[in-house]
């Protein structure tokens, strides 16, 4: 095996800082390098192997900023096993991380132009990550627009952030639920209603999405309608991942392996595939 | 409120946006500015309201009774309209409208629009067109909201 292989199968042993409930069932883990072990720098939009030892390893996107190199944070709903035992971590337990993997948010390719996320329930998280790069550089892009829909009032991610975000210049951030209670006064209705709010310029509009599938797809479409042209359009896919590197086969999806060529695609690369049943 | 202000506050509305200057004009003619307060019940479900607004700012929310609560299933924003089916049929409401701010808004006699797209098929094509752009849309976000795609269940990635 090949030094560049070693590094990408062998877990660095992490310790969990702090970890914080987000919603009944998402929590956001800030991990730090145990005594002797550096971490990997990473792109937003990438992703870690998390391993919980002795329970199992999972692929977890990155939601903090690229820009802090001693830390590492992570949102994890907790699901299943695996990030069950993740998130019942206590501060000082240890953790596995490989990687990072993946290819990023192409955000080189959206100096200049308005930058429009797309998020969905937990599709946030790998979404922060770019909202800092555009927030930290914030004269080199047009304008951000930052639409995002959850289950309920209840499962909205990073609440504060959100009002944090939306009070910068030339950023506008509309949220809204699926389902709201009479006390909700925020908006009600899938995501994709939230297109209504917008007066988009298509040849001047980067479209970074991230969510349930299904609901991806209808983003798309949405966008394509508007005009936003397919190869400006990028979205975070998930398969099953086991080894991330492209080796195992388990992500593949027609001729990509999502591990390695994704998880970030641009829409016009993906398109073929999408709609592909058992894919 | 005069018809030269009205044609002007239409213009920009993106439901009138695909209509030509002389249909902007006939929906001029027929339109009346009203104005609701937080809170504010617009219409009742079940009530019989033949009125179309479209919605120059503040936020409406639609609800609907259950058994011992009140579901909010939608809301809507300056630029888009309320009160769809006055277009089409007089008849009872199918939801609760609410202003969940003060809202301004434009408001027409359906009975009248109907009378308007009879006299001139042009005129009502291009209502029923648009109308029907935003009932396809309105059915679309439903189904997406049936399908509650943010439900709980095991993935792998994120």
């Not at chain 1, 199968?9 to 956001?28: L, Q």
């Not at chain 1, 240890?94 to 990687?99: D, F, T």
């Not at chain 1, 952030?161 to 389902?179: I, M």
């Amino acid at each position: 095996m090949s030094q560049v292989a070693t590094v990408a199968m062998t877990s660095i042993r992490a310790h969990v800082r702090a970890i914080e409930r987000e919603t009944r069932d998402t929590f956001t883990l800030t991990v730090t390098p145990a005594a002797g072990q550096a971490l990997r720098p990473f792109a937003p939009g990438q992703f870690n192997m998390l391993y919980a030892f002795g329970v199992g390893e999972l692929p977890i996107s990155i939601s903090g900023d690229p820009e802090d190199p001693d830390e590492l944070v992570y949102t994890v709903r907790s699901v299943g096993q695996a990030t069950h035992a993740l998130v019942s971590r206590k501060p000082g337990d240890a953790i596995g991380i490989r990687g990072p993997f993946g290819t990023h948010w192409p955000l080189e390719a959206a100096r200049g132009k308005d930058v429009l996320i797309v998020a969905g329930g937990i599709g946030l998280a790998p979404l922060r990550p770019a909202i800092y790069h555009v927030l930290r550089r914030r004269d080199d892009y047009a304008r951000l627009m930052v639409l995002y829909g959850a289950r309920s009032p209840r499962d909205l991610l990073y609440r504060k952030q959100l009002a944090q975000w939306a009070r910068q210049p030339d950023t506008q951030v509309l949220t809204t639920v699926d389902y709201g209670g009479l006390s909700w006064r925020g908006h009600v209705g899938v995501v994709t209603t939230l297109f209504r709010c917008l007066r988009p310029h298509p040849a001047q509009t980067v479209a970074y999405v991230c969510g349930p599938e299904l609901m991806m797809r209808y983003v798309v479409h949405q966008l394509e309608t508007r005009g936003v042209p397919p190869g400006d359009v990028y979205v975070s896919l998930e398969r099953n991942m086991k080894c991330a590197t492209g080796c195992c086969g388990h992500c593949q999806m027609g001729p990509y392996f999502v591990c390695r060529d994704g998880p970030i695609f641009s829409y016009r690369q993906v398109r073929p595939w999408l709609h592909k049943r058992e894919l | 409120m005069e018809t030269k202000e009205l044609i002007e506050l239409l213009r920009e509305h993106a439901f009138l946006e695909r209509f030509k200057p002389e249909h902007v004009q006939k929906f001029a003619e027929l339109a009346r500015e009203v104005r609701f307060v937080r809170d504010q019940i617009i219409f009742r479900e079940g009530e019989e309201c033949g009125l179309f607004y479209l919605i120059l700012s503040g936020r409406v929310a639609l609800e609907v009774s259950a058994p011992g609560c009140i579901l909010r299933v939608l809301t809507l924003e300056g630029g888009e309209q309320l009160g769809w089916s006055s277009v089409l049929e007089a008849g009872g409401k199918h939801f609760q409208a609410r202003s969940l701010e003060a809202v301004r808004a434009l408001v027409f006699d359906g009975a009248r629009l109907r009378e308007a797209c009879d006299q001139d098929p042009e005129f009502g094509y291009a209502l029923m067109t648009q109308l029907l752009q935003v009932v396809a849309e309105r059915l679309q976000a439903t189904r997406l909201q049936l399908m509650d795609i943010y439900r709980p269940r095991a993935v792998k990635l994120i």
